[in-house]
């Protein structure tokens, strides 16, 4: 049996990187902490647009106050995607590169639905959001 020399064993293991857990965890707790900020700040403006009735808080749902928390929540699963690829062996900057795509691509579509779904609250009020009547 042939023995290991020290040096080709670190040799070995300094091909190859370590995971990004450190980068995982943030991008997961920059993620919940966004959401939680983008809950509020939606409750806050919703609880806003019913007291007043006006077509003017609901466009501006769709400003900056609304916005940054989504971007924060996107560029934090952004970050935790590209770790979890990562973690599997696949090269960083393929890793970036598939999540930036796949999070500016869902991102657009999540911020396209909601504001199909502030439209539709806008036209109906609540009761056009009632799923139930479609079943």
Known sequence: MESIDIQTLADYYAYFPQPPYLILMFGLVASVLCGLSFQAVLKELLVDW???K???TLKEMRSWRLLTPFLGIAMGSMFFLAAGVEIFGVPTKFAYGLSALMTVLIARLVWWQLSKVLDLL???GSAALDLDTFY
């Open 54 to 56: 006006s077509t003017k």
């Open 122 to 124: 806008e036209e109906g």
């Open 50 to 52: 019913q007291a007043k």
